[in-house]
């Protein structure tokens, strides 16, 4: 390395290093200059692009972004959104010209014996009136103190006097023929375009003046002419400019120098000349403000003429003390009247207008201050901005804080910037601004701002900024919720977290393969998680954890940015994961082995650093970790020895340690949660430690037994309630454990695979060393304490919301203990059933017989996500983010886990029900009379009436899996009113997620398709025929079996069919692997168990809204693939051998069936949350599947069947136009597609028909009706169907009016009529509907 030259080196040193140098000059330099302005040219770009392949979504989007110019940002952060360029830090660095006889020898300070040099006063302090008043003489800027010091001391000219007496010695020679030529004086008396020296400036100026006035006018205009053609008009425009500049700032500087005289007082001297009046050039120049750039680029901006008084003028009565007064103060001899303005009262807001908006302002809190808010000065909320009568501050001007070079504002713009976030995070600001803050900070590049504060050095500033970041892309109310919602959630499942774009399989897949050619602004908002882990975010938190070592909150935050970025995705958890030293640093410094530093005696509340100190933060988010997968969960075990540190947290004395008694029980909460997590996949050190702490585990649960009420010091006791419901959750997976070791021993022995591995070939599995005999102790333990609180509940009947979640623990692991119980090989029939007639005479029975019990189902209504009317709360979140939206739009969260939800009891103890009543049929039927209670009615019916808005929302599939119990339930033992339950499975298969597709199977086999709940709908046909008020004529097929119309019938076929339907619909609406991954996750089978984290989707719900045709658009989608031919697009395209096959035929039948039975005898409940539109669209795919399928008498009879149905009671009116179904580009092109069909093989199909006159009513767009009577006016031949069969079904005034008033469609009406194509025999009621718009037409036109 080349060593720089030091002291007391001689000459031949430097030398010698310098030959050094030379010698290596060759190699690569510390640092290199980089044009930031680099850009490459078109023709490189073109080059390019015509050997690119087909570009993708996101290259179409770059390529369209750059041929746009002009786009305005209208957003309230439009400084900061709309900055796309980058303007370069260091612009050109010129020189200052410094002139050879300034001397500053005087300035320089001299040795003081005191240690500090004398401060040097300045004698013009006394006499600034004096120079002020030479200065204004002299017409000259403003002079500094120190110039003025300088010029009385000599150390420089005084530049007004050299500038006077240079004017008046070297002013140019005029001719003295007596006339001045107006020309030769245009020029100015001096140069506006050489600079430097005055005098040297000054002489070259008079010599070209000199010389232009010996020449005549014609030699002048040709040498202007030959100096214009030499120059480009950039060199032109930038000469003008230097000229107008200098013009413009003479102008300005005498303002200037008039202003201080009249605020000095003191200019007693008079000008030199009067002012002479302007022109009325001069005029229009003078309404003008003018400023320069750098760039030497002019802007001007229009004043305005009116003559309204300007802000900036202040009478002296205005002001807080008089300006004569004020030169009496100690160096305030010069009076700035801005500032004694800033000091008179603030101006009050101008009136708003009704409803009319206003930009928000916030306070350093984050709330938002109403308009007209009386704030003190004193809470520094007021400044020098756009309203100053307004306190607070916008969030353009907080980004310009942010951006400040003043630490302390940079401090305090962040910190109210995350302020706001968790506010807005918080649902404050839902109601009242409008679009979400949220989504307004990310546009505005909020993310860089955090990013880049992320590198300061300054922990006032990085600290912030990871509590912003934190607030922007975490959510502190859904860790919460979701931690409400363990371990009584089923399966104890956790949600992935994602933007939209990485929901999107196909997206995912195209940003795979073109991030490396994105920018980190275009990666930021397609999806903000995955462009900070690009930007090494986490490798910079690890630094500030690792070597800065910041505060106990700063600590806490970054645990919190780190879970959320592992909740994105499976790639973001091993890019955590993978970090070098990462992990390490956490599980070091904030999850230690030794707790010996604890037994000090010092509270950790009192310390300044959690640094060896364990968190459940980190816990938890390792635990957040493990979920995601068994390779990451056995990293943490056999690499960072989780479990060791989880016993040691679970096993100490809480009374011993300084924690406080909350963090200690919660550390021990969030370590049983994470033993559980590990127990999901059976890892081998998670089951050998419950053998080996098998003592402790029994003494803990004999602490429950005795020592915690549930009905006493509910609040004191909350901790050791949440601490005793994980630790009985995780006893259950080591349940579910201990239950396979007798399968995979006997698999073992015979060598039998039990799990397909990497190679694809099945892998003979060990069995656990945790044995069924090895927890033989801890159901009877856990029985006798569910007995005892449930007495204590049903004597007090309140209890805490933490102290249902440990009596619903207790029932998930009876459940799990006895639904194992019998695969294993010491099963007792006898003796299983004594125990389970115990629990449930002894236990349960007394407890659903009691009051505490029916208050419990009065409140499901109350505490109901698919009933309530909340909306969702992720509409706030922007499309690159994503969250759960636990709290719903206004502030309010989920019900289903408020403080007062039954939830966590009444979940788990359905499930307990389903399964003592499955294996023991005989037992007391008193227990299931509850499902008669007139409160669980009303909460069904409640159900079905429902928007079901929150339908999509993680949590509200504990309320379908109650539902779902209490379904399966009634299917055991029976209930009085079975269509209510029926009505309520149909309701609610909608409603299932992903994940729990064995509801879908559960339902279909034991409620919907169950003759006992089927019962009443052959009645309820049966009267209908006998009423004779829906017999509607059948509409006539070309095939040669005719479909029927009869209720009865139609039902009687359907109650036949039940059990083919049921098979039929389970094969068709899930996969065989989403059915086994589901049965994995809710049985607890440990070793096929790879994630118990479910990733977002693009809809998290498993079927759509008109699940019974489902299959329909599957079978329509798999028949387009098989007959579009290899490499061509996606488009449908039509083939001669278009033949349907039987299986699709029995599919649609089957798909049919059950959409005729929901919506003719449960219309209420299965249109009341979706529209009429989707059905009929989703029944159109019929017609499309194939070239035939429709003509099927089976098919056709339960399509014209369900199309009548779906037009009673006015549907034919609750259309909606715009609604585009899923392999379409629009609705057009959807109708268009059924035209070419109906022409190409529907023979005429009456069905068929009546289905394409739907979109030709005249409040449907005028596009339809064009298509069918102008480019598919070859069809209109066939539509044979006569007004009195249409009018059955739709009224023939909806064709009519409104009367039709397009000029082209009136001309295609005329023309079809007049070619023949309609006629009055063959096609009546087409031939009705364009005469009477005719009529219409020419009565219009004669009016």
Not at 500 to 511: D, G, M, P, T, V
Not at 570 to 591: C, D, G, H, M, Y
Not at 849 to 875: E, P
């Amino acid at each position: 390395m080349i060593q720089r030259p030091k002291r007391g080196e001689t000459d031949e040193d430097l030398l010698r290093q310098e030959e050094e140098f030379l010698a290596r000059a060759n190699s690569r330099p510390a640092a290199t200059v980089v044009s930031v302005n680099k850009r490459k040219t078109d023709e490189e770009d073109e080059k390019k692009t015509e050997s690119q392949k087909p570009q993708s979504k996101f290259a179409r989007e770059r390529a369209n972004k750059k041929k746009k110019e002009g786009i305005v940002d209208n957003t309230v952060l439009k400084e900061a959104a709309s900055r796309e360029e980058r303007v370069a830090v260091l612009g050109r660095i010129v020189e200052r010209v410094v002139p050879p006889n300034v001397s500053l020898e005087d300035w320089k300070p001299e040795a003081n014996p005191h240690g500090f040099p004398k401060a040097h006063q300045l004698s013009n302090l006394k006499h600034g009136a004096h120079s002020s008043d030479t200065n204004l003489l002299t017409g000259s800027r403003k002079k500094s103190l120190y110039m003025q010091e300088l010029e009385e001391k000599g150390a420089i000219k005084k530049q007004g006097n050299q500038e006077a007496t240079g004017t008046l010695s070297a002013r140019p020679v005029i001719p003295s023929s007596g006339v001045k030529d107006p020309r030769i004086s245009a020029l100015g008396q001096q140069s506006y375009i050489i600079q430097g020296d005055v005098s040297e400036a000054q002489k070259i100026h008079n010599e070209n003046i000199s010389k232009i006035t010996s020449m005549s006018h014609d030699e002048r205009l040709k040498a202007q002419q030959e100096l214009m053609a030499s120059l480009g008009p950039k060199e032109l425009n930038f000469l003008q400019s230097l000229r107008k500049k200098k013009e413009m700032l003479k102008c300005q500087q005498t303002e200037d120098e008039l202003m201080d005289c009249e605020a000095s007082g003191k200019g007693g001297t008079k000008p030199l000349a009067p002012p002479t009046p302007p022109s009325s050039a001069d005029k229009g120049e003078a309404l003008r403000k003018v400023r320069f750039s750098e760039d030497v680029e002019m802007e001007t901006e229009e004043t305005s003429t009116s003559t309204a008084p300007d802000d900036s003028t202040v009478s002296e009565n205005e002001l807080p003390i008089p300006p004569s007064e004020a030169k009496k103060w100690i160096h305030m001899d010069k009076v700035d009247l801005e500032k004694l303005k800033w000091m008179t009262d603030m101006p009050k807001p101008k009136p708003l207008k009704n409803n009319e908006g206003f930009v928000a302002r916030f306070n350093f809190e984050g709330d938002i201050l109403p308009y007209d808010a009386d704030v003190s000065y004193r809470e520094a909320l007021h400044h020098h901005g756009e309203e100053p009568g307004r306190a607070g501050y916008t969030l353009d001007e907080l980004f310009i804080l942010i951006r400040s070079k003043v630490l302390q504002q940079r401090h305090i713009g962040l910190r109210t910037l995350a302020n706001i976030l968790r506010n807005a995070k918080e649902g404050l600001y839902d109601t009242a601004v409008n679009p979400p803050i949220i989504q307004l900070v990310v546009e505005a590049g909020v993310v860089l701002l955090l990013r880049f504060a992320l590198d300061e050095s300054s922990h006032h500033v990085y600290g912030e900024a990871v509590r912003g970041l934190y607030y922007l892309i975490a959510s502190e109310p859904d860790e919460r919720c979701l931690a409400m919602a363990q371990p009584w959630a089923p399966a104890g499942l956790e949600p992935g977290v994602s933007s939209n774009i990485h929901a999107s399989e196909k997206s995912r897949k195209e940003l795979d393969e073109e991030e490396k050619e994105l920018k980190d602004i275009e990666v930021i908002k397609l999806d903000i998680i995955r462009a900070l882990i690009r930007m090494d975010t986490h490798i910079r938190l690890r630094y500030i954890l690792e070597t800065v070592k910041p505060n106990p909150d700063t600590v806490i935050y970054t645990l919190g940015i780190m879970t959320r970025i592992v909740r994105h995705s499976l790639t973001a958890a091993w890019k955590v994961v993978q970090t070098p030293r990462l992990l390490s640093v956490i599980l070091e410094n904030f999850l230690p082995h030794n707790l010996s530093p604890l037994l000090t005696g010092e509270n950790v509340s009192s310390m300044s650093s959690v640094y060896g100190v364990p968190l459940k933060q980190a816990l938890h988010l390792l635990r957040v970790l493990a979920a995601r997968g068994r390779q990451l969960a056995a990293v943490l075990v056999n690499t960072h020895d989780v479990m060791g540190r989880i016993l040691t947290y679970v096993s100490f004395e809480p009374s011993e340690v300084a924690i406080p008694l909350q963090e200690a029980l919660s550390l021990s909460q969030e370590a049983y949660a994470m033993w559980a997590t590990l127990l999901a996949y059976g890892l081998s050190k998670a089951e050998e430690a419950i053998a080996n702490f098998y003592p402790l585990i029994v003494k803990q649960l004999v602490f429950y037994r005795d020592k915690v009420p549930i009905n006493e010091e509910t609040e004191k006791n909350k901790f050791n309630y949440d601490v005793g419901a994980q630790l009985i959750n995780a006893l259950s997976r080591a349940v579910n454990v201990a239950a396979s070791q007798t399968l995979l021993s006997s698999r073992m022995k015979l060598n039998q695979g039990t799990v397909i591995g990497a190679s694809g070939k099945a892998e003979v599995l060990p069995p656990p060393s945790l044995s069924w005999d090895d927890l033989n102790d801890i159901p009877q333990l856990i029985e006798t304490c569910l007995k005892k609180w449930l007495v204590q509940f049903e004597r007090t009947g309140q209890t805490s919301f933490s102290a249902l979640r440990l009596l619903g623990s207790c029932c998930s692991f009876l459940e799990a203990y006895y639904l194992k119980w019998k695969d294993q090989s010491s099963y007792s029939g006898e003796r299983c059933n004594q125990r389970l007639q115990k629990l449930h005479d002894e236990v349960i029975l007394p407890f659903l017989i009691s009051t505490c019990f029916s208050n419990l189902v009065s409140s499901l209504s109350k505490h109901s996500s698919l009933i309530c009317d909340y909306q969702v709360g992720t509409k706030r979140d922007p499309v690159n983010l994503g969250s759960l939206g636990c709290v719903t739009h206004g502030g309010k969260i989920v019900p289903v886990v408020q403080v007062t939800s039954p939830f966590p009891l009444l979940l788990p103890l359905s499930s307990l029900l389903v399964i003592l009543h499955s294996l023991h049929p005989f037992l007391d039927a008193q227990g299931t009379k509850f499902l008669d209670l007139p409160e669980l009615s009303s909460y069904f019916q409640k159900v079905c009436r429902s928007h079901q808005q929150l339908s999509e929302h993680w949590l509200t599939r504990v309320e379908v899996h109650m539902i779902s119990n209490l379904l399966h339930l009634a299917a055991l033992k029976g209930c009085a009113d079975s269509s209510i339950f029926h009505e309520t499975a149909m309701c609610i298969m909608a409603c299932i997620q992903k994940g729990d597709e064995h509801l879908i199977e559960k339902l279909l086999s034991n409620v919907i398709c169950s003759s006992e709940f089927t019962s009443d709908l052959c009645e309820m046909s049966s009267q209908v025929d006998n009423l004779a008020l829906n017999d509607y004529e059948p509409l006539i097929s070309p095939a040669k079996v005719q479909p029927i119309l009869s209720p009865s019938q139609l039902t009687e076929r359907i109650s036949n069919s039940l059990v083919s339907i049921c098979s039929e619909l389970v094969g068709s609406l899930a996969s065989k692997r989403e059915y086994d991954a589901s049965k994995v996750l809710r049985n607890g089978i440990h070793f096929a168990t790879n994630g118990i984290t479910i990733d977002q989707t693009e809809t998290p719900l498993a079927l759509g809204k008109c699940w019974p045709l489902e299959p329909i658009k599957y079978v329509y989608k798999t028949s387009r693939t098989q007959l579009l031919p290899p490499k061509t697009d996606d488009l449908p395209k039509k083939f001669s051998s278009d033949q349907s096959s039987p299986e699709d035929i029995l599919t649609v039948t089957r798909c049919l069936q059950m959409a005729y039975l929901g919506i003719k005898y449960r219309r209420k409940s299965i249109l009341q949350s979706t529209d009429i539109s989707s059905w009929l669209q989703h029944l159109s795919l019929v017609f499309l599947v194939a070239s035939d399928i429709f003509l099927d008498a089976d098919v056709g009879s339960y399509l014209q069947g369900t199309v009548i149905e779906l037009l009673r009671n006015g549907g034919y009116a609750e259309l909606d136009p715009a609604l585009t179904i899923e392999g379409f580009n629009s609705s057009i092109s959807w109708y268009k597609e059924l035209l070419e069909q109906f022409l190409a093989v529907s023979y005429g199909d009456s069905t068929f028909a009546l289905f394409l006159l739907i979109p030709i009513q005249q409040y449907w767009p005028i596009e339809y009706r064009k298509e069918l009577w102008g480019d598919m006016s070859d069809a209109l031949t066939f539509f044979r169907l006569t007004p009195q069969q249409v009018e059955q079904f739709i009224p023939m005034k909806q064709f009519f009016e409104p009367r039709e008033d397009d000029e082209g469609l009136i001309i295609k009406y005329r023309s079809n009529l007049g070619s023949g194509n309609v006629t009055e025999a063959r096609n009546s009621f087409l031939f009705t509907v364009a005469s009477h718009h005719i009529r219409s037409h020419i009565k219009k036109g004669q009016t």
